[in-house]
């Protein structure tokens, strides 16, 4: 198994007492499957990813990635958040270069903006690449950011509601992107989303966390491949009806295990 989560939790400290926000929680990705996971708001969602990143360690339990215990960041990992953060001086490219610049300082100049440059062409927006952020939209901005986590072409791309915050056509749009984007930089992907069909649209597989402490509830594999770039199909009646299976799944999650 490629990303093993095993029997992991986790808490916050603070002054007087310590917060449980995720408890026994297990579950595993196999190499270049694509999983969402969802849950309701404060189950540790975007502590999980944390972890995954091994930006921090879980107190008990441990992730193993290829079977090697994960105790530091890896540069073999992608993140991209709700909100993309990207910096105001530098223009889209430059921005989409900084991993680089971090992990791969041996690249020269020239190659990292070809790198960029490429990604940037897959996201359509070559023309963009001179532009500073504040002169982008919301979607083109989250595009950026979907090339800047995988500019330095990690195995895993972690995403944490990066289409959140966009309205529903930009976002239906990104979600072709991100397909196109997997079938050509070829990574494992772990989508944190409460949208059900972006969910459904995009994995093979969507993991349910109860509340907190979050803990898999439940582990549906959609079985439902969308070739096709259309999103048409999530209308269909095989999709619809994954979508009313979802749904109850989350709402049995509620009630306590
Ligand atoms: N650094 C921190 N210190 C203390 N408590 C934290 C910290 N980060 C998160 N928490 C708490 O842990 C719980 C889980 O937070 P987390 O952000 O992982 O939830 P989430 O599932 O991502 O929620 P949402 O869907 O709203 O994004 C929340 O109660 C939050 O207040
Ligand atoms: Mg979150």
Not at 151 to 175: K, N
Not at 210 to 226: A, C, Y
Not at 250 to 255: A, F, G, K, P, V
Request: aromatic share 6%; with cysteine; proline share 4%.
């Amino acid at each position: 198994m490629y990303i093993n989560i095993k029997d992991i939790s986790h808490k916050y400290s603070n002054e007087d007492e310590d917060l449980l926000v995720l408890k026994d929680l297990s579950f595993s990705v196999e190499k270049d499957k694509f999983v969402s996971i969802v849950g309701p708001s404060g189950c540790g969602k975007s502590t999980l990813t944390k972890l995954i990143a091994g930006l921090s360690m879980p107190y008990k339990g441990k992730i193993l990635i290829s079977g090697t215990p994960i105790n530091s960041p890896r540069k073999s990992i992608g993140m991209a958040f709700q909100n993309p953060v990207l910096l105001e001086w530098r223009t889209t490219v430059d921005n989409i270069c900084l991993p680089l610049e971090i992990v791969s300082p041996q690249m020269t100049r020239k190659q990292k903006i070809e790198r960029a440059t490429e990604l940037l062409e897959m996201v359509g927006l070559k023309d963009f690449s001179q532009s500073r952020p504040s002169q982008l939209s919301g979607g083109m901005k989250q595009r950026v950011s979907l090339c800047r986590s995988l500019v330095h072409r990690p195995e895993i791309l972690i995403l944490d509601e990066p289409f959140g915050a966009l309205d529903a056509f930009t976002r239906e749009g990104l979600w072709r992107t991100l397909k196109d984007l997997k079938t050509s930089e070829n990574f494992t992907c772990i989508l944190i989303t409460h949208d059900l069909r972006e969910a459904i649209y995009l994995s093979d597989e969507v993991v349910i966390l109860t509340d907190r402490p979050g803990t898999v509830k439940k582990s549906v594999k959609t079985n439902f491949q969308i070739n096709s770039n259309s999103v048409d199909e999530l209308y269909s009646k095989e999709a619809t009806e994954m979508l009313a299976f979802l749904r109850k799944q989350i709402e049995l999650s509620h009630t306590k295990l």
